[in-house]
């Protein structure tokens, strides 16, 4: 099953924060609207869910982001994202 994750790491924590979208569409709106808001210095929580693991929710001081990724996963793929940490 190919999955898009939305990768978040936040100001001095080197774990990042991801979530899964099944549609390439949503995975991009996803991603531009957390970079829009980090580019307009906003101090919203954002909160994120997940489409891979239903249940799975995290939310995020918007002004602690500091870097958005969004990448195309296949169950199989073990690929990290280019400078995120998975622990």
Same mark, same amino acid.
Do not use: W
């Given at each position: 099953?190919?999955?898009?994750?939305?990768?978040?790491?936040?100001?001095?924590?080197?774990?990042? &924060?991801?979530?899964?979208?099944? $549609?390439?569409?949503?995975?991009?709106? =996803?991603?531009? +609207? !957390?970079?829009?808001?980090?580019?307009?210095?906003?101090?919203?929580?954002?909160? &994120?869910?997940?489409?891979?693991? $239903?249940?799975?929710?995290?939310?995020? =001081?918007?002004? +602690? !982001?500091?870097?958005?990724?969004?990448?195309?996963?296949?169950?199989?793929?073990?690929?990290?994202?280019?400078?995120?940490?998975?622990?």
């Amino acid at each position: 099953m190919l999955m898009y994750t939305v990768e978040i790491t936040l100001k001095n924590n080197p774990i990042a &924060l991801s979530v899964q979208r099944k $549609e390439q569409e949503t995975a991009e709106t =996803l991603y531009r +609207e !957390i970079a829009t808001a980090i580019a307009d210095g906003n101090t919203k929580v954002l909160e &994120l869910t997940c489409e891979k693991l $239903e249940g799975k929710k995290v939310s995020v =001081l918007v002004s +602690e !982001i500091s870097a958005v990724q969004v990448s195309e996963k296949s169950g199989t793929s073990a690929n990290l994202g280019a400078g995120f940490v998975r622990g």
